[in-house]
């Protein structure tokens, strides 16, 4: 099964586990390596800004976390 596993927040943030199917891309990749916004996507009627950062390797940007969209 394809998992979207964000961390909650970028300091020293929960892994969070969603079923890939349960995630919609509104807008960005998923695929995108980096630091900053990669994508906007929505869980479970939730809306989130999926935001790039380091894994904790040095120069290694291809972990993420999430943080919702406030209406």
């Known amino acids: 099964m394809e998992v979207f ?10 892994r969070l586990r969603f079923p890939l199917k ?3 891309v509104l807008e960005g990749s998923l695929d ?16 989130y800004k999926v935001i790039g950062c380091s894994c904790g390797l040095p120069n290694c940007m291809c972990d993420a976390y999430i ?4 209406k």
């Open 5 to 14: 596993t964000p961390k909650n927040n970028s300091v020293r943030g929960e």
């Open 22 to 24: 349960q995630v919609k």
């Open 32 to 47: 995108t390596r980096g630091r900053g916004q990669k994508a906007i996507v929505e869980i479970k009627g939730k809306k």
């Open 67 to 70: 943080v919702e969209i406030k």
